[in-house]
Nanobody, 124 residues
Framework: QVQLVESGGGLVQPGGSLRLSCAAS????????MGWFRQAPGKEREFVAA????????YYADSVKGRFTISRDNSKNTVYLQMNSLKPEDTAVYYC?????????????????WGQGTQVTVSS
């Protein structure tokens, strides 16, 4: 089993920045990729970004390309999501996820473990 704990969410003004962290523990050896998803009220959970365990392969949703950056620190078993130029439509609960197979995916079903989520609110 893998446990994922997100942190770093909060309230930020439009145009501001936040950095989310996701700390993984447990059977880390079983993880091949990690991702970030988000879910706004009344909407389905959607893909944001993904990264292979080695960090060389990254994917981004079109809506965040150029504004968000996913990275990882294997020494800390932690994945980060740097979010810049935030917009009100980025408001959502952000979830970290880990996949046992593949090198990163945009599909929710490809992820085996999920964190509890952290709220990000972009508002003036």
């Amino acid at each position: 089993q893998v446990q994922l704990v997100e942190s770093g969410g909060g309230l930020v003004q439009p145009g501001g920045s936040l950095r989310l962290s996701c700390a993984a523990s447990g059977s880390i050896f079983s993880i091949n990729a990690m991702g970030w998803f988000r879910q706004a009220p009344g909407k389905e959970r959607e893909f944001v970004a993904a990264i292979s365990w080695g960090g060389s392969i990254k994917y981004y949703a079109d809506s965040v390309k150029g504004r968000f950056t996913i990275s990882r620190d294997n020494s800390k078993n932690t994945v980060y999501l740097q979010m810049n130029s935030l917009k009100p439509e980025d408001t959502a609960v952000y979830y970290c996820a880990a996949a046992r197979y593949g090198l990163g995916s945009t599909r929710r079903d490809d992820y085996d473990y999920w964190g509890q989520g952290t709220q990000v609110t972009v508002s003036s």
